[in-house]
T-cell receptor, first 113, second 115 residues
Framework: AQKVTQAQTEISVVEKEDVTLDCVYE???????LFWYKQPPSGELVFLIR??????QNEISGRYSWNFQKSTSSFNFTITASQVVDSAVYFC??????????FGSGTKLNVKP | GAVVSQHPSRVICKSGTSVKIECRSL??????MFWYRQFPKQSLMLMAT?????????EQGVEKDKFLINHASLTLSTLTVTSAHPEDSSFYIC???????????FGQGTRLTVV
C-alpha cells in the first residue's frame, strides 16, 4: 500500500508567486516522522524539515512553511514568493520510528523568471 | 550536523563488470544503513536494510545475489552491483541511522551508468 502520496507531478509558477506542494500520508503507527526533501538536478537530497507525529504545530522558516494536519493525514509545504532557485523536485517522506523511509513520487517545481 | 559520505558520486562501467559503492557515516555510529535506488524521473525506492554484523534484509523484487551488501563496521556499508547491465543504471543513495534512532542522514548519492 502506498504510504505517501504527492498528487502533483509537476507545477509551474512564475517567480514571486506562492506555491503549495501537497502531501498525504498513511500509517498505522502512532509514532512516525514526516520529512520534506529538495532534490536539485545534481541528485543529492537536501533536508528541509522533519516533523514528529506528536507535534502538529505549523512551522515557518523564511519563505518556507509547513502545515501538518493529522486529521487529514496531510503535511503540505508552501513556498512564499518563489524564486528560480527553488526549481527542483520535492519529496515528501514518511518514516515510522526513524526506520526506512517511504517517499512520495515527488513534485517537480518549475519557477520561471 | 552528522554527515554521511557516499563514494563514488559518479561511475561508468562496462556491462558485465562489478561496481562497489561505499557509504560512510563520518561522525556517528550507524547500526543500520539503508540503500535506495532512484530511476530517472521516479521516486526513491528502498532496496535493502543493512545491519552491522548481520545479513542485509532485501525488499521484495531486489536480487540479493546481484546487489551484495556488506555492513562490516558501524561506520561503513558497501553495495556491490555484480555483473552490471544497462538496466542497472540508476541513482543509488544510502541512508544511515544513528544508534539513538533519532536521526537518519542521507549520502550524496551515486549515479551509476552501465554501458
Amino acid at each position: 500500500a502506498q504510504k505517501v502520496t504527492q498528487a502533483q507531478t509537476e507545477i509551474s509558477v512564475v517567480e514571486k508567486e506562492d506555491v503549495t506542494l501537497d502531501c498525504v500520508y498513511e500509517t498505522r503507527d502512532t509514532t512516525y516522522y514526516l520529512f520534506w526533501y529538495k532534490q536539485p538536478p545534481s541528485g543529492e537530497l537536501v533536508f528541509l524539515i522533519r516533523r514528529n507525529s506528536f507535534d502538529e504545530q505549523n512551522e515557518i522558516s523564511g519563505r518556507y512553511s509547513w502545515n501538518f494536519q493529522k486529521s487529514t493525514s496531510s503535511f503540505n509545504f508552501t513556498i512564499t514568493a518563489s524564486q528560480v532557485v527553488d526549481s527542483a523536485v520535492y519529496f515528501c517522506a514518511l518514516s515510522e520510528r526513524i526506520n526506512k523511509f517511504y517517499f512520495g513520487s515527488g513534485t517537480k517545481l518549475n519557477v520561471k523568471p | 550536523g552528522a554527515v554521511v559520505s557516499q563514494h563514488p558520486s559518479r561511475v561508468i562501467c562496462k556491462s558485465g563488470t562489478s561496481v562497489k559503492i561505499e557509504c560512510r557515516s563520518l561522525d556517528f555510529q550507524a547500526t543500520t544503513m539503508f540503500w535506495y535506488r532512484q530511476f530517472p524521473k521516479q521516486s526513491l525506492m528502498l532496496m535493502a536494510t543493512s545491519n552491522e554484523g548481520s545479513k542485509a534484509t532485501y525488499e521484495q523484487g531486489v536480487e540479493k545475489d546481484k546487489f551484495l551488501i556488506n555492513h562490516a563496521s558501524l561506520t561503513l556499508s558497501t553495495l556491490t552491483v555484480t555483473s552490471a547491465h544497462p538496466e542497472d543504471s540508476s541513482f543509488y543513495i544510502c541512508s544511515a541511522r544513528d544508534r539513538s534512532y533519532t536521526e537518519a542522514f542521507f549520502g550524496q548519492g551515486t549515479r551509476l551508468t552501465v554501458v
